[in-house]
């Protein structure tokens, strides 16, 4: 079955590292977004795709960025991880602008 | 303001009640909307899509209403299960949610 997975699952890193956030999908999705979640935020987009080579900023993009190499990855990096970074990180695609999106089941990230 | 705005909750309804959501949205251009239910930070999954006036799917009826800007979410005969937290979503772009209304349905 198609599907779309995120790695790690869960990680703890220092301030200041470079982390990267995998992920990976197999419906060849043309859309791929990567979604924040925060207590009392919701989900707030990081960064977007709408094909290979494609990457678009969301509303909070500062400090995290996104390439499209391929149609099945969108890895998420944050340059310089920051204690305000500390969230659950989650990726989805979807096939056409409009529809529904799927998600993958999350990275809980902590920065210490 | 914000795109999509939903009551926090939580709505706390005995089993078998009916509950209403609803949720408004500030594009007067967006065509495509969604409910989506989450599971104690789990990842978001689908539970309707709302595309034109409404759609109904069992006990679960989505109404879109194009005049007020609002879209709701009718759940009928309320289950334990049903206890989750209820994403609105605007499609557009890239999907828009509003910060979830949390149910939590009491025996």
């Given at each position: ?14 301030t ?6 995998a ?42 960025s ?18 305000s ?15 529904e999106?799927?998600?993958?089941q ?7 | 303001r ?11 309804v005995?089993?078998?009640?009916t509950?209403a ?17 989450q599971?104690?930070r ?66």
């Open positions: 079955d198609a599907e779309i997975t995120q790695s790690p699952r869960h990680k703890i890193t220092e200041g590292r470079q982390v990267t956030l992920c990976h999908q197999t419906w060849n999705h043309n859309n791929m977004f990567w979604y924040r979640q925060d207590l009392g935020h919701g989900l707030r987009l990081i960064h977007y795709s709408y094909g290979v080579h494609d990457t678009n900023k969301g509303e909070v993009s500062d400090g995290y996104v390439s499209r190499s391929n149609t099945e990855d969108l890895p998420l990096t944050l340059e310089s991880a920051a204690s970074q500390t969230s659950v990180y989650f990726c989805a695609s979807s096939g056409q602008s409009n529809t999106a799927f998600f993958g999350g990275t809980r990230l902590t920065v210490v | 914000k795109e999509v705005e939903q009551d926090p909750g939580p709505f706390n005995p089993e078998g009640a509950v959501f609803n949720c408004t949205y500030s594009n007067s251009a967006s065509q495509s909307f969604f409910w989506y239910r599971d104690c789990k990842e978001p999954k689908l539970l309707m899509s709302v595309y034109s006036s409404g759609n109904e799917d069992g006990r679960f009826t989505a109404q879109l209403n194009r005049a007020s800007q609002y879209i709701s979410l009718l759940i009928r005969d309320s289950k334990l299960s049903d206890s989750a937290t209820y994403l609105c979503v605007e499609g557009r772009r890239a999907l828009t949610f509003g910060s979830g209304t949390r149910l939590q349905v009491q025996p």
